[in-house]
């Protein structure tokens, strides 16, 4: 299994077809455990499954699609050293932040994980569309402070039908994406070049 999403809901949803659309596999997981995702996973088709938490950490990369209230006990107690880690959270309480980003912040509460914010920038539903639209391709942004982790990243959204355009580390890239930002809610689509 390549992708495991934790967070079954809008955003989650929107993450496993954009992976399925790359060609991996998922893993949905929530806090009730799979058996109440089956009807989900059988609408998503060929590629998902569903699991625990735990198993939904286990895979290459892991996306964190929860409520920010709820992402410190979603994450807690888990092996995270060296696991990719998409933060996609969007809402949380700037009084949380103590003049981090929320991407920092949330990278504080998974020890060793590389972690790129993505996928926060779109609404659900126009995330989960196919990203080809007008003859172009949607544009999604990424950042992050590892290297490698945003190549896995930006290969899975790009195989997916999306442009990623990085926008640096967790410091300046995330305060670019996420809420309050300039790059929040911003949908573009990148058209080829004239000729
Ligand atoms: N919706 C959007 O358009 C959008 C856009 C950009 C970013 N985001 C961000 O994405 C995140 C999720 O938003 P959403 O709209 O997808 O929310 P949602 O529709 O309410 O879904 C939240 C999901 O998280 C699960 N969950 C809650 N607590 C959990 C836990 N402790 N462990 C595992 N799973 C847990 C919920 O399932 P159970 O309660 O059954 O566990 C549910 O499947 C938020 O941070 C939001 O800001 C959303």
Redesign the pocket.
Known sequence: MDVGI?????????MARTALRAGRQIMM????GPE?LASLVSTLGEGASAGT?DEAAGADIVV?????P??G??VEGLRWEGRIVID?????DPSDLNGWTSSQVLADLVPGARVVKA???????V?GADPHEGGGRRVIFLSGDDAEAKSEVTALFEDAGFVAIDLGGLVTGGAMQQ?GGPLAGVNLIQLPQAT
Not at 6 to 14: K, N, S, Y
Not at 119 to 125: F, Y
């Open positions: 934790i967070g079954a809901g809008r955003l989650g949803q929107a997981a929530n806090s009730r109440s938490v964190i699609a929860v409520p920010w709820r992402v006990e979603a996609a959270t969007n809402d949380f996928a926060n920038t779109l609404g659900a539903a995330l809420l």
